[in-house]
């Protein structure tokens, strides 16, 4: 005859069984989505589908990786980074030193974007030899959210699920639709590269289409958005394209700064903003021993805003003094017809000078500048 106790004892014990068989399979099921993930990561970025910032840096990351190098270096920033510095003519003038470029895109609010940029490299837990930050004053201009969208980015695919939550957490303000895809990004393997993994499937099927029938299908009949499976080839996106430098744009683009207040103090207090660009720099200085903060030209369409928004920048920047360069580009000299594509991004002469000045002051930290030269703070 069982004690009344007995029963209740072994209940537990089952309980206590179920519990830790639930742990061990979540256990299990973490393990799992970590590894596919990281195999899925190391072989899915290989290849250049459609210019989409996130899947670019999974892309240059797997170089970094894969590629021997007695020092490296990358770069951040927006479009006018990524047109302005050329990497394998620094790589060809700094000595040993390889380079790498993570820019992508953003807009006038690109402070959820480099901070998305300081975390995708915090999160590849890689020590560089050097970082290189290019960047506008006017940068530190109000957020808006749209500009921190992981998922449309496709950062998502490069960001820890902590950090996949948080920025979606800022974007989103707890949307339902949020939750659905955090855990989609935590749990299921591969959620967070379906994106790129989707396009390797319907690329396969296409070369298989025309494999076996023999004819040549438009690439388009697989595309679910317009040119996804296209490749960009070339980061630049401006070489065959007619110069915007005319005056009507400068124009159109001075009214469009002043409709947004970007020549008024009190869009460079936003303390989102701010709170942004310190966690970017303070995250950056912990990934390198040489931090270069590039303020990178444009045409004189920006003139007031610059002159509005450079006291905030600098006096954010001296936060960090002794940890950072700062080092201030000036293409006044130039005829802007030859520099510039349109009021900010370079062509080939401006990036031509651009990438030959900053691999002076790179290798001779004591040297002169060019069209670039360091500044104290």
């Keep these: 005859m069982s004690m009344p106790g007995s029963s209740v004892t072994g209940g537990w014990r089952s309980a206590t069984l179920a519990l830790r068989n639930v742990m061990a399979m979540l256990v299990l099921l973490g393990f799992a989505t970590l590894t596919f993930s990281e195999v899925a990561k190391r072989l899915a970025y290989r290849t250049d589908y459609q210019f989409i910032p996130g899947q670019y840096t999974g892309k240059v990351l797997q170089q ?75 940068m530190l201009f109000k957020t808006q959210p749209k500009s921190m969208d992981v998922f449309k980015s496709d950062y998502a695919s490069q960001l820890s699920t902590a950090q996949v939550f948080e920025f979606e957490r800022a974007e989103s303000a707890y949307r339902p639709l949020m939750w659905g895809r955090v855990v989609a990004h935590a749990t299921i393997p591969n959620a967070r590269h379906a994106p790129i993994l989707r396009k390797h499937l319907f690329n396969g099927l296409f070369e298989a289409d025309s494999l076996l029938s023999g004819n ?75 931090l270069v903060i590039v303020s990178l030209p444009t045409s004189a369409v920006f003139d007031t805003v610059n002159a509005v928004s450079t006291p905030f920048f600098e006096a954010e920047l001296a936060r960090f003094s002794g940890r950072v360069e700062y080092v201030i580009c000036d293409v006044d000299a130039q005829p802007p017809a030859d520099v510039f594509h349109d009021t900010i991004h370079v062509k080939e002469r401006g990036r031509h000078l651009l990438t030959n000045s900053l691999a002076a002051l790179l290798i001779d930290d004591t040297a002169p500048g060019t069209i670039c030269s360091r500044r104290s703070l």
Aim: net charge positive.
């Design 64 to 138: 970094i990786r894969s590629e021997q190098a007695p020092s490296r270096c990358v770069i951040l920033g927006a479009s006018t980074a990524r047109e302005g510095f050329d990497v394998r003519r620094l790589s060809e003038l700094v000595d040993q030193t390889r380079f790498y470029s993570i820019a992508t895109t953003a807009a006038m609010s690109a402070g959820g974007v480099l901070n998305m940029q300081a975390q995708v490299l915090d999160n590849f837990a890689y020590r560089f030899d050097c970082i290189v930050l290019g960047l506008h004053p006017f």
């Design 216 to 290: 040549n299908p438009p690439l388009s009949k697989y595309e679910l958005r317009r040119n996804e499976l296209g490749h960009y080839g070339t980061v630049f996106r401006y070489l065959d394209k007619e110069s915007q430098h005319t005056p009507r744009f400068f124009e159109r683009r001075e009214q469009r700064l002043k409709g947004l207040k970007a020549d008024q103090p009190g869009s460079y207090r936003d303390p989102l903003s701010l709170a942004l660009f310190r966690d970017t720099i303070q995250t950056l200085s912990e990934l390198t021993d040489r």
